[in-house]
């Protein structure tokens, strides 16, 4: 089947698998950069990748003496869902700007 612009539909499935392949390598890099968060002024720190994998929790030997449990748990929990939150922002972000470098709108993957 002749597609428009003389490009034939075998032609245009090659560059979508091109494409597609590229996205899939780009998401699987960015995924693999590790960023730190640190909560309640460093008294926790939390190292991830971007793709969610938690890969240390440094808690300050301060904080564990002090016995507040409750205080401790909320620290943990926000560094890590701040870990998540902007590791997630960094991957869509690389996949935005590699799609728009491809032509494709924005919002469309």
């Keep these: 089947m002749r597609m428009p612009g003389n490009m034939n539909m075998k032609g245009m499935m090659k560059q979508a698998e091109k494409m597609k392949a590229k996205m899939d390598k780009l998401q699987e890099e960015s995924g693999n950069k590790t960023l730190e968060i640190s909560t309640g002024g460093g008294m926790v720190k939390v190292t991830a990748?971007?793709?969610?994998?938690?890969?240390?929790?440094?808690?300050?030997?301060?904080?564990?003496?002090?016995?507040?449990?409750?205080?401790?748990?909320?620290?943990?929990?926000?560094?890590?869902?701040?870990?998540?939150?902007?590791?997630?922002e960094e991957v869509d972000g690389e996949i935005s700007r590699a799609a728009a470098s491809l032509g494709i709108p924005p919002g469309f993957l």
């Design 49 to 88: 990748k971007c793709n969610g994998e938690i890969l240390k929790i440094n808690i300050d030997n301060e904080i564990m003496s002090s016995g507040d449990k409750e205080m401790l748990e909320d620290l943990i929990q926000a560094a890590i869902n701040e870990a998540l939150a902007k590791g997630k």
